[in-house]
């Protein structure tokens, strides 16, 4: 019967042996870790003292035993309120910790006296010590702690919003919390009551405790669920369950015949193949339902979403189905998709986002501390919170861009050893960490998803090719359908050069033989003239020198014209003539005097004297103002308005300067940078070729000069000729 009252003690003790040996071999070397480490180990020692004394045969042997545990046990509770400290960071209270060090090694001094431990009781269950006075105090401490670190983990849970952190707090209250409460309640028999310890039971919590630990890695160990750990913990465990069996049996039958009989090996493997081997299958479809609930049903939508992803050239259907398919399964609280952009160096761009709108990240730099870690590293990254707490910057960066993105995990998109994009994922809605193959899963995925994205990708690239060249071949022929055009355009204008310069040639040969016969005419009225001044008949020589007076100045006018034809019709090439621009002006008007005299514009002239002699072509000079002026005529018309010519002298600069400024509505500014070139025209069609501008620049430019649009008082148009003079 003693036997059965170890059994409990004995599971508990196998949980601290197996606690303090993961904590020993994963947990880092923080001050949670060490602690945890130490107070394993020590609630080792108690129950191996509790084990030895319930099977002890004498009672001298069962107190020293149990005095010599003690002196060691009695740091148990300064170490336990001092790891609810350091794991909860609770800030000060430092004093606490220090007293209850102090108190513990004051009782430490009297654990071999029997102030702390008088002697040993025999209860049905074995030896338990009875406390002596001082141990009082150590129950009030102890029952003082546990309520204290229950309400520390209480308010702690209250205090917390996320849900992943609440659960861990949840596992820690019902494990680790409970606990010091259990092997509180060990003071019981030791004050005198007989009542089997309670503490013994301390494997219930423990092995709660011990679920959060693979569940929530409460200990920030790394730890992750797998089923081949929790499989071999349950063989574990149902081996020494199985050992116990066994060995109660042999001292219950220990005095009957039966259990030294051939068959009874035989009968108890039978017992064993029909019981053990059922309650194993059932326990393991047990923690499949509870750890891996929903795994089987997820890992056949991500393969079918494998499959459907892999057909898929759109990266827009397959970020929308790769989040849709994650957000859906795992239920997680968002999750998003970074993927670079083209350009140099590449920015990662928020690609697609789901269940968290409010995300203060649209975009990951190329020197990101995140990203730095991911084309190292091209592995996936838990956030754990010692990257918030290391020594080293750069894992704090990293740790610090994962907040701000708020992910829990994160996978490269990897092509070719090459990130190109980012898969980050918030925490599960349920508040479970990713295990062991929620990761193997995603990371299977994320690989397959890659090669879909690329894959869709180098098709755009392909069509982007196929349209530009569509585009490209489009642009060519209308490149060639306007050449054709402007062609034509050039063919017209040349033709019409051609006609213009023979008109030109006539015209030129024309006035050259009207000016003699207005020459003679004007000679013999002149003669005529004089004749009648010298005769004395004034009656009749007054109205015939008026008639002859006004017919020989309609010859003068006549022969100018004529003067003025010849000069803007003469072609030559060459830019040696001593040319008068006021000269010039004055001639274009001449030929321009029947577009204006029957409209309402007026004319104002400012001609400056001393004007310097330029050297040119007088015959190009004079189509240049012919043309300025006649644009500044056609935009003046049909309304009243006036156009002011103006000639000056610039000396400082050594030029000669025609203004020609018109009351017109002015060129708008969108098009002045264009009315100088070639067939550019805002006439209708058939009212002008484009080319007149164009030409006029040509000529000033070769004269070395310049032509410019200038800015008018008013709104109207204000050209400006610049021709250089020689000093």
């Known amino acids: ?7 409990p003690p004995f599971l508990t003790l196998c949980c601290f042996v197996s606690l303090a040996c993961l904590s ?40 020293f035993i149990s005095r010599l545990d003690h002196f060691f046990i009695v740091y148990l509770i300064p170490l336990y309120i001092h790891f609810f400290h350091a794991y909860l960071k609770i800030p000060g209270r430092l004093w606490l910790i220090r007293t209850a060090y102090f108190f513990a090694f004051i009782l430490m001094c009297f654990t071999p006296t029997p102030l702390f431990i008088a002697e040993m009781q025999r209860h049905s269950f074995g030896y338990f010590g009875k406390g002596g006075a001082l141990y009082v105090l ?24 996320q849900s992943v952190l609440k659960n861990r707090l949840k596992y820690l209250f019902c494990g680790f919390g409970i606990l010091g409460f259990l092997i509180g309640m060990n003071t019981l028999p030791l004050l005198g009551y007989t009542v089997y310890p309670p503490g013994n039971f301390s494997f219930i ?69 029909v019981i053990f081997g059922p309650v194993k299958t ?34 827009q259907q397959i970020a929308a189905l790769l989040i849709e398919t994650i957000s859906g399964s795992m239920q997680v609280s968002h999750c998003c998709m970074y993927l670079s952009d083209d350009a140099k160096p590449p920015t990662y761009v928020r690609f697609r986002n789901n269940g968290d709108p409010s995300l203060p990240t649209d975009a990951i730099s190329e020197n990101s501390p995140l990203v730095i870690w991911m084309k190292r590293r091209l592995q996936p990254l838990l956030k754990d919170p010692q990257m918030q707490q290391s020594e080293d910057a750069f894992s704090r960066q990293v740790y610090a861009e994962l907040e701000s993105i708020r992910a829990a995990v994160v996978f490269p998109l990897i092509f070719e050893n090459t990130l190109i994009g980012i898969l980050a994922i918030g925490d599960k809605k349920s508040g479970d960490l990713f295990l062991a193959d929620d990761l193997d899963l995603l990371e299977t995925l994320a690989s397959q998803s890659s090669l879909s994205i690329e894959n869709a990708r180098a098709y755009r690239k392909i069509e982007d090719l196929n349209k530009n060249l569509e585009k490209k071949v489009s642009e060519r022929t209308l490149e060639l359908q306007t050449a054709l055009v402007e062609k034509e355009k050039a063919m017209e204008v040349l033709i019409r050069s051609e006609s213009l310069a023979a008109i030109g040639t006539l015209v030129a040969g024309t006035a050259h033989e009207l000016n003699n016969p207005l020459a003679s005419a004007m000679s013999l009225i002149q003669s005529t003239l004089e004749d009648l001044s010298a005769r004395n008949d004034t009656p009749l020589n007054s109205a015939i020198q008026d008639d002859l007076a006004f017919a020989g100045k309609e010859l003068a006018r006549a ?12 072609q030559t090439q060459t830019y040696d003539d001593a040319i008068d621009l006021n000269t010039v002006v004055k001639d274009a008007l001449q030929m321009l005097r029947n577009l204006y005299k029957n409209q309402k514009i007026e004319i104002s002239e400012q001609y400056a004297g001393d004007l310097p002699l330029v050297y040119g072509n007088f015959a190009s000079l004079g189509q240049v103002v012919l043309n300025i002026i006649q644009n500044a005529v056609q935009a003046a ?15 400082n600069h050594h030029q000669v300067i025609f203004e020609c400024e018109d009351t017109g509505p002015g060129i708008p500014d969108a098009i002045r940078q264009d009315i100088f070139k070639p067939f550019f025209t805002t006439k209708a069609v058939g009212k002008g070729t484009g080319l007149g501008l164009y030409i006029c620049h040509d000529i000033v430019e070769r004269h070395g000069g310049t032509l410019a649009l200038e800015k008018s008082r008013g709104k109207g148009a204000r050209f400006v000729v610049k021709l250089l003079f020689e000093s």
Do not use: W
């Not at 019967?1 to 059994?7: E, G, H, P, Q």
């Not at 480490?37 to 004498?58: E, H, Q, R």
């Not at 150590?138 to 919003?161: P, S």
């Not at 569940?215 to 199985?242: E, Q």
């Open 559 to 570: 022969k100018a014209i004529v003067g003025s034809l010849l000069g803007l019709s003469r």
């Open 138 to 161: 150590m129950g009030i401490e102890t029952a003082g702690a546990a309520v204290y670190v229950l309400i520390l983990i209480h308010q702690a849970i209250q205090r917390e919003t």
């Open 637 to 651: 018309a049909p309304s009243s308005g006036t156009i002011f010519l103006k000639t000056d002298v610039d000396r």
């Open 24 to 63: 020993a071999s994963r947990g880092r070397k923080k001050q949670i870790n060490r602690l945890f480490t130490v107070i394993c180990i020590l609630g080792a020692f108690l129950y191996i003292d509790i084990l030895v004394i319930f099977n002890c045969k004498s009672s001298q042997t069962a107190l």
């Open 205 to 273: 919590p423990l092995s709660i405790f011990a679920v959060g630990l693979f569940r929530y890695d409460l200990l920030d160990m790394g730890l992750l669920i797998r089923k081949s750990v929790i499989y071999s913990i349950l063989s574990i465990m149902l081996t020494l369950i199985y050992a116990l069996v066994v060995t109660v049996i042999h001292k219950s039958a220990s005095g009957i015949d039966i259990s030294n009989s051939v068959y009874f090996p035989i009968f108890f493997f039978i017992l064993v193949v």
């Open 282 to 315: 059932r326990i393991q479809i047990l923690v499949d339902r509870y750890f891996f609930k929903g795994r089987y049903e997820y890992r056949r939508t991500i393969k079918q979403l494998s499959q459907t992803i892999s057909a898929v050239l759109d990266i």
């Open 1 to 7: 019967m003693r036997l059965l009252y170890s059994i």
